[in-house]
């Protein structure tokens, strides 16, 4: 049997910048903690702020949002935060290159976030959480799954001998971003369940794109907008596959009875 409880920005490092939104439905009295939490990691040069509204809109059953800024301030006075190991500018295109590579990243979102405060301090199990993130936070999100599976970076909770799945998360949906040049694609696949949102071109989640998640995550989904170019979905119909994704991969308490406990 596992105690859950809650998690409060009070559980999180002083030095990271979270917001949580919590469920709107009240907790049962046999389960004061939601089954699932979705961590929200918004796009290069935007805030945990900016992001927090999009939570609010989500409103997901038993789900505690929370969102998580990027810790690393851009510089030059450009405003906004990033999720990389360093600023780059795309030699094309002459704008920020969203694959900086992501070590730092990585070690924040699996060994102090995940492990540290919702598997260890909170009492989920990584197939309890799902990840979303936008642009630089979906690739973020894809190497920080790679890595639960991989059980690289310290502080892994798999048991010995513990099946794969133990450390598979129960999704992530990257809008706008494919898994990154800069991850690696050496060893299993990860059997984490990815979602990738992207337009039409120009997009980031090009077909060679998409051949490379595929190489890393054993289950991978596509939906591509109908519109040209990546971003935030703006409609019913662009936001559908998320909350289909969103329905086939959260938990539920709803139909069980009061007094059930939960094994493990």
Same mark, same amino acid.
């Not at 559908?240 to 493990?264: D, K, N, Y």
């Given at each position: ?8 920005? !009070? ?21 004061? @903690? ?6 929200? &990691?918004?796009?290069? $040069?935007?805030? !945990? ?20 800024? !990027? ?19 795309? #030699? ?7 694959? @900086?590579?992501?070590? *730092? ?5 699996? /060994? ?11 009492? +989920?199990?990584? *197939?309890?959480?799902?990840? &979303?993130?936008? $642009?630089?936070?979906?690739?973020? %999100? &894809?190497? %920080? ?14 048991? @010995? ?17 494919? +898994?990154? =040049? #800069? ?6 696949? #990860?059997?984490?369940?990815? =979602? =990738? ?27 591509? +907008? @109908?519109?040209?170019? /990546? ?18 991969? =959260?938990? #539920? ?12």
């Amino acid at each position: 049997m596992t105690s859950k409880k809650s998690p409060s920005p !009070a559980d999180f490092p002083t030095n990271l910048t979270v917001t949580i939104t919590p469920p709107q439905s009240p907790p049962r009295a046999t389960h004061p @903690a939601p089954p699932n939490i979705l961590l929200l &990691l918004h796009g290069l $040069g935007d805030t !945990a702020a900016a992001f927090t509204s999009f939570a609010r809109a989500l409103n997901l059953p038993e789900t505690t949002i929370v969102t998580i800024q !990027a810790p690393t301030p851009l510089p030059f006075d450009l405003g906004g935060f990033h999720w990389g190991d360093d600023v780059s500018f795309d #030699s094309a295109t002459g704008t920020l290159d969203m694959d @900086a590579g992501f070590k *730092r990243a990585t070690s924040l979102l699996v /060994d102090e976030v995940i492990r540290g405060v919702l598997v260890r301090k909170c009492g +989920y199990r990584p *197939r309890e959480i799902l990840i &979303l993130g936008f $642009g630089q936070g979906g690739m973020a %999100a &894809l190497v %920080a799954a790679r890595e639960m599976g991989e059980g690289k970076t310290q502080g892994t909770s798999a048991s @010995a001998g513990g099946a794969a799945e133990d450390t598979s998360l129960s999704g992530v949906i990257s809008i706008g971003a494919p +898994y990154p =040049l #800069s991850g690696s694609t050496v060893g299993a696949k #990860s059997r984490t369940p990815v =979602l =990738l949102v992207g337009g039409r071109e120009p997009t980031a989640v090009s077909d060679g794109a998409i051949r490379r998640t595929k190489q890393v995550f054993e289950f991978v989904e596509v939906h591509q +907008y @109908a519109r040209k170019g /990546d971003g935030m979905p703006r409609n019913r119909e662009e936001m559908m596959p998320v909350m289909q994704f969103f329905a086939r991969r =959260l938990r #539920s308490w709803q139909g069980v009875p009061e007094g059930s406990v939960e094994i493990t």
